[in-house]
């Protein structure tokens, strides 16, 4: 059986094929127009980057390289004794285009175990932050500070030539992807137990087995399955949302995967985008405050009338892209279902009522292009059902899991030989002047 290395040395050369044969008969082949509206309205709907390992479909939703969430959690190995999807399975099938046999993911998964130490100057270095700083501003900054180590700016030092980029690349990745468990566990534990002794790295477990391990919660099976589930799948959403672009538009000025992926987290801390789960859980918790007990659908209709109107987003509906309910949110949803702890909790009943509700309620306010909800309306509330309640540290758990995505890319945009992204910008005089020449 192939090792990780072994098939990316085999898939690689017929991509890059592919790409040649692309430039060479279609650089000149139109893919749609640019309009004003795409210029001042953030891009939406331009489409200008190159993405290998995912699409997403307006109506069906994310699909990793052709496949869908579903066909992801029939063909994905699970973890030894579970059965949700695991990042490592994810990983493989994101960063090489295929399904990984069993013998393959756990042979990752002991890859990533073993390399999951963190430098001691790290260590020190996020001890030494206050508690008081936001969980996603610690995991950016001590995620920079890794770069110490970066293999890929050591030997463009040396004068790497550019074939040897991506393996650096990927060895970068691969060592940032096996070290965030550690580093967001020891995070948590800053935070929220400054007492409480960290459990060290277990050789023999898959990422998520450590990192739940690291944070405490070891002995829940159930929240073990569900970080696993939450961690692949928001593994990768295409290029064009904030932190994957981010990531990638940094690593494009040949920035060590460290930074651009430092730099990727603080755009994934922005309400807009992953701060949004800490947000639909405080939203959600001020209406169950409010409401009392015994919520019925015609006070969270009111309750939605109050927020809109007060000037404010519904956290966790909405979407650049989609246009239909989240198939995260539906996997996530499943999952709930599936599991009768989880059965009567009176959170997650909440999310369930207001997604009866607010589609609508959106409706008919008019504004938002997608009135259903994206993974965000319920990935925190279930975390909370499993007593994780510190919910200003829910982004740091999106931020473990989008790694495994744009870091793909990176891997990818190396191997490719992608340039530095520089796109063309316009002035409102010199749109002007250009539409009265037209
Ligand atoms: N509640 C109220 N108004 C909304 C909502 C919402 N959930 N979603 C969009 N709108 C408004 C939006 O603010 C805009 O108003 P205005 O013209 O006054 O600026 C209008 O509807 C049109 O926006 P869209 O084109 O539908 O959405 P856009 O692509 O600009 O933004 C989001 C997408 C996701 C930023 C937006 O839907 C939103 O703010 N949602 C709430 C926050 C959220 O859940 N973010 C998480 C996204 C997923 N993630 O994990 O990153
Ligand atoms: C994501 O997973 O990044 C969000 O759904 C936002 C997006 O795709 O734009």
Same mark, same amino acid.
């Given at each position: 059986t192939k090792s990780l290395r072994?098939?990316?040395?085999?898939?690689?050369?017929?991509?890059?094929?592919?790409?040649?044969?692309?430039?060479?008969?279609?650089?000149?082949?139109?893919?749609g127009d640019v309009k004003v509206d795409n210029i001042i309205g953030g891009m939406r709907g331009l489409k200008a980057m190159l993405w290998e390992a995912s699409v997403l479909d307006p109506i069906e939703g994310i699909r990793f390289h052709g496949l869908s969430i579903p066909d992801c959690q029939k063909v994905l190995p699970a973890a030894p004794g579970g059965k949700e999807i695991i990042p490592e399975s994810m990983l493989w099938l994101l960063l090489t285009g295929q399904v990984p046999t069993q013998e393959q993911t756990q042979a990752l998964s002991r890859e990533l175990a073993e390399k999951g130490d963190l430098p001691k100057?790290?260590?020190?270095?996020?001890?030494?932050?206050?508690?008081?700083?936001?969980?996603?501003?610690?995991?950016?900054?001590?995620?920079?500070?890794?770069?110490?180590d970066s293999s890929f700016?050591?030997?463009?030092?040396?004068?790497m030539k550019k074939p040897e980029y991506w393996t650096h690349t990927l060895e970068d990745c691969i060592n940032l992807i096996a070290r965030l468990p550690a580093l967001a566990a020891r995070i948590y534990r800053n935070v929220y137990n400054p007492d409480k002794e960290l459990a060290p790295v277990d050789r023999n477990l898959d990422l998520v087995g450590n990192y739940s391990r690291m944070l405490g919660y070891g002995?829940?099976?159930?929240?073990?399955?569900?970080?696993?589930?939450?961690?692949?799948?928001?593994?990768?959403?295409?290029?064009?949302?904030?932190?994957?672009?981010?990531?990638?538009l940094v690593n494009s000025t040949l920035a060590d995967p460290y930074?651009?992926?430092?730099?990727?987290?603080?755009?994934?801390? @922005?309400?807009?985008?992953? #701060?949004?789960?800490?947000?639909? &859980?405080? =939203?959600?918790? *001020?209406?169950?405050?409010? /409401?009392?007990?015994?919520?019925?659908?015609?006070?969270?209709?009111?309750?939605l009338w109050k927020t809109l109107k007060s000037g404010q987003v519904v956290p966790g509906y909405g979407h650049g892209v989609?246009?239909?309910p989240d198939p995260r949110f539906i996997?996530?949803?499943?999952?709930?279902?599936?599991?009768?702890?989880?059965?009567?909790?009176?959170?997650?009943?909440?999310?369930?009522?207001?997604?009866?509700?607010?589609?609508?309620?959106?409706?008919?306010?008019?504004?938002?292009?997608?009135?259903?909800?994206?993974?965000?309306?319920?990935?925190?509330?279930?975390?909370?059902?499993?007593?994780?309640?510190?919910?200003?540290?829910?982004?740091?758990?999106? @931020?473990?899991?989008?790694? #495994?995505?744009?870091?793909?890319? &990176?891997? =990818?945009?190396? *191997?490719?030989?992608?340039? /530095?992204?520089?796109p063309k910008s316009m002035s409102m005089d010199a749109l002007e002047k250009f539409i009265k020449n037209q």
């Open positions: 072994e098939t990316l040395q085999e898939v690689i050369p017929v991509k890059q094929e592919q790409l040649k044969k692309l430039k060479s008969e279609h650089g000149q082949t139109v893919v100057f790290v260590e020190q270095l996020v001890d030494s932050f206050p508690r008081t700083l936001h969980p996603m501003t610690q995991l950016g900054m001590a995620v920079a500070a890794l770069n110490h700016q050591a030997a463009y030092e040396k004068g002995d829940n099976h159930s929240l073990t399955e569900y970080l696993r589930l939450y961690i692949a799948l928001h593994g990768d959403h295409e290029g064009g949302n904030a932190s994957a672009h981010t990531a990638h930074l651009s992926y430092s730099s990727a987290l603080f755009a994934l801390a @922005g309400p807009l985008h992953g #701060l949004a789960n800490q947000e639909v &859980l405080r =939203w959600q918790l *001020a209406m169950q405050k409010e /409401l009392g007990e015994n919520i019925s659908h015609e006070d969270i209709k009111a309750y989609l246009r239909n996997a996530l949803q499943e999952f709930c279902d599936s599991r009768p702890e989880l059965k009567g909790s009176p959170i997650i009943d909440l999310v369930n009522k207001t997604f009866q509700v607010a589609p609508d309620v959106l409706k008919e306010h008019g504004k938002t292009k997608n009135p259903y909800p994206n993974v965000d309306a319920t990935s925190g509330c279930v975390l909370y059902h499993y007593g994780l309640t510190e919910f200003k540290y829910y982004t740091v758990i999106f @931020g473990v899991s989008r790694a #495994l995505g744009a870091l793909t890319q &990176l891997v =990818w945009a190396r *191997a490719l030989g992608l340039p /530095l992204e520089r």
